[in-house]
């Protein structure tokens, strides 16, 4: 427990619910700052965020301890027009160092649909954003936002999981690395209009290659393919001259024979000086014959190939993420044990402005008499007396700390009360936001 | 002491070796940072084996065939260590590693020279001389590594072997590397071939010596000016330019060998 509340997370994903319930509960960006309001106005919670994507939606809140977040499910039912029977069996619930647990493995997307993939991290991003945006978030939720963006990036450097190919397309940018390094200022030959193909060519126009050049034998479907890339349509007579201009070839036609043979590109080859040609051949049946593979300078990949390296790729991931699940499980521990140490602030806050309050009146009563000393002397009781005080705090302030890391509502009340403070309660939340 | 400490690079470079090698084909495991410490430990006492066999000849040990070669190795186990940082570094310090192990043994095996004699200290030249050979013999040293390992990189590519190839650098990026320590040895080799005949001539009442290292020398030359045509001129790439760099120094080694094993005693 963090003081009087906690922390829960309440949401579905693909994992729980089919896509005709999450698309019910999906809230656009404007709608989401809505309901952020109606929360805190209605009570629902003290704080909150919400992350809605096309695989998820949940609401992370700061809600009273003894609702543990029965107002939020009836809110998030009721605001989408659904009963509790309708959406209670689709819902997952987390609560305290599990909804921060939660929370990590979502940023760093371990519970994503492709395991590793990128774009989660930049929605939860815009969640926080929004949140921060509409002063939906604070003490308790605030830092928690930073410390999710901190380990996710500590999930992405320290382990593999967003590294690997999972793609044909990522696959075929990988292994043309290989070749060549950085793909920036490379020239790729397209030949054909396959669906494959496409997706290869633009996973490699996402890595900076300099120009798209598509060769098809129906020239107006080159002139559409090339326009789409910003690239270049020829006609497929001119294959051989580009053939020895381009660094990266794409095939992914209709064709029955092989467009290119060995015995055409082994000129083409010698005439390059073997300056290395890639070639990925996504046909079936295939367009380049594969004894080309054989030929020096030339590294032929065909679908077979790029097929086994996504799935190694996800082979590999799978192995990262139970590395990642460490890290996440570590960390919310800490992450959580340091946001309940902040629930002894109010009463921290209380026990010091209590004793400058008594030392200032002991001061003030003796002021006569330290009118008369030195300003010097009369500094150094000044810096006596706070020495004193914050010596006598010290321990007590250790105490407090602890209480709120191990969730000890009562000892942190009692404390309060020795010192004559009061326990903080949610509009004391609300008022410090 | 330096033939201790000698020994003990040795075995330093033979570990880095047996640690990096295998990683080549296989995954990265715990024996990569074995590889790390072996590496600066070899380098360490190489260097200071170094200093104090300069100091025992009263200047760099680079007047016989063996104190050059252990010279030189111990060059590239600094080379090693600083290329480290670089993302090729850990794939190549095997082959490195290996290498300089090579160099090292043989060098030990090798006369490392004596006392230097008065003539070497009287010209200019002959730090110039030493310096840019070495250099010269470093560059090759390193398009050697990188040759061998684009032999690797291309021939688990050819072979589609493909399982955690990301973590070895690109062929293309070899191929530069490989044209740049080729270039850069060849230009060294050739202004030290000519500040050695500048310094050989500043001798007054001594006759040019043509031994074999000179006959080594100037054949190396003629291996790397040919190098240097096909790939920068010509602009011929791929395992032709990487067979170069590797028949080159394996050449050099070998007829060092060669020399030592016909005229052993030779100094």
């Not at chain 1, 992914?252 to 043979?261: N, Q, V």
């Not at chain 2, 493909?162 to 990026?173: E, F, M, N, W």
């Not at chain 2, 040019?208 to 290292?213: A, C, I, M, S, V």
Request: glycine residues 10%.
């Amino acid at each position: 427990m963090l003081g009087p509340h906690e922390v829960v997370t309440i949401g579905l994903s693909h994992h729980t619910a089919p896509v005709s319930l999450r698309e019910r509960l999906a809230m656009p960006s404007d709608a989401v700052g809505r309901h952020l309001l109606r929360l805190r106005e209605d009570k629902v919670a003290q704080e909150g965020f919400i992350l809605s994507t096309c695989n998820r939606v949940e609401i992370y809140a700061l809600v009273d301890g003894a609702d543990m977040g029965q107002r939020l499910t009836r809110y998030l039912a009721g605001a989408h027009g659904l009963t509790w029977r309708e959406l209670d069996p689709h819902l997952y619930r987390y609560q305290g160092a599990d909804a921060v647990a939660h929370l990590f493995r979502v940023a760093s997307s371990l519970d994503s649909l492709v395991v590793g993939e990128p774009q989660i991290l930049g929605q939860v991003k815009d969640a926080f954003r929004i949140a921060a945006e509409q002063r939906a978030v604070g003490r308790f939720l605030g830092p928690l936002m930073r410390r999710t963006l901190t380990v996710a990036k500590r999930v992405r450097t320290e382990t593999r999981i967003g590294r690997e190919s999972v793609s044909v397309g990522s696959a075929g940018v990988e292994l043309a690395q290989q070749v060549f390094g950085d793909l920036a200022g490379r020239r790729v030959l397209l030949v054909g209009a396959g669906e494959m193909g496409r997706l290869v060519a633009q996973s490699m126009l996402g890595q900076g290659v300099a120009e798209i050049i598509v060769a098809n034998r129906t020239y107006q479907n080159a002139v559409a393919l090339a326009e789409l890339f910003g690239g270049t349509a020829v006609h497929l007579d001119q294959l051989t001259r580009y053939l020895e201009q381009v660094d990266i070839v794409v095939t992914s036609t209709g064709a029955t024979s092989y467009l290119l043979t060995r015995a055409m590109m082994a000129p083409i080859l010698r005439a390059r000086r073997y300056r290395p040609l890639f070639l990925v051949d996504l046909s079936v049946p295939r367009n380049i014959e594969p004894s080309v593979h054989d030929l020096e300078g030339a590294y032929l990949f065909n679908v077979d190939d790029l097929t086994e390296v996504a799935q190694r790729g996800l082979l590999r991931r799978r192995e990262e993420a139970s590395r990642a699940e460490a890290i996440v499980q570590h960390e919310a521990s800490r992450c959580y044990r340091s946001l309940g140490a902040r629930s002894a602030d109010p009463v921290i806050a209380a026990m010091t402005r209590r004793a400058e309050d008594a030392r200032r009146r002991e001061l003030d009563r003796s002021e006569a008499i330290l009118r008369a000393l030195p300003a010097k002397e009369r500094q150094v009781v000044e810096a006596m007396s706070k020495a004193m005080f914050k010596r006598f705090l010290h321990d007590a302030i250790a105490q407090a700390h602890q209480l709120g890391e191990r969730g000890d509502e009562d000892g942190l009340k009692l404390l309060g009360e020795i010192f004559g403070a009061t326990h903080p309660t949610s509009e004391d939340d609300d008022d410090a936001r | 002491m330096q033939p201790l400490l000698f020994t003990v690079a040795l075995f330093a470079y033979l570990v880095v070796a047996s640690a990096r090698l295998p990683g080549l084909w296989s995954p990265p495991s715990w024996l990569g940072s074995v590889g790390r410490v072996a590496l600066w430990v070899g380098a360490v006492a190489h260097i200071v084996g170094i200093g104090l066999l300069a100091m025992h000849q009263g200047g760099p040990p680079v007047l016989a065939a063996g104190g050059t070669l252990v010279t030189l190795a111990a060059f590239l186990g600094a080379a090693n260590v600083l290329m480290q940082r670089q993302p090729y570094g850990e794939a190549l310090s095997g082959v490195l590693g290996a290498l300089s192990a090579a160099m090292l043994g043989l060098g030990m095996l090798l006369p490392q020279g004596s006392e230097r004699a008065p003539e070497a200290l009287a010209s200019l030249w002959f730090p110039i001389h030493a310096a840019m050979i070495l250099l010269g013999l470093l560059g090759f040293a390193l398009a050697f590594g990188v040759s061998a390992l684009y032999l690797v990189v291309s021939g688990r590519l050819k072979a589609k072997r493909l399982g955690d190839l990301g973590r070895l650098p690109s062929i293309d990026a070899l191929d530069a590397l490989n044209t740049r320590f080729i270039v850069l040895g060849f230009l060294a080799l050739t202004f030290g071939i000519a500040a050695g005949g500048l310094w050989a001539t500043s001798i007054p009442d001594r006759a040019p010596r043509l031994g074999p290292t000179v006959y080594v020398t100037v054949v190396l030359w003629g291996w790397y000016a040919a190098a240097v045509m096909v790939r920068v001129v010509g602009g011929w790439r791929g395992r032709l330019a990487a067979h170069f760099s590797l028949v080159g120094f394996l050449g050099l080694l070998v007829s060092l060998g060669s020399i030592v094993a016909i005229s052993r005693g030779w100094h």
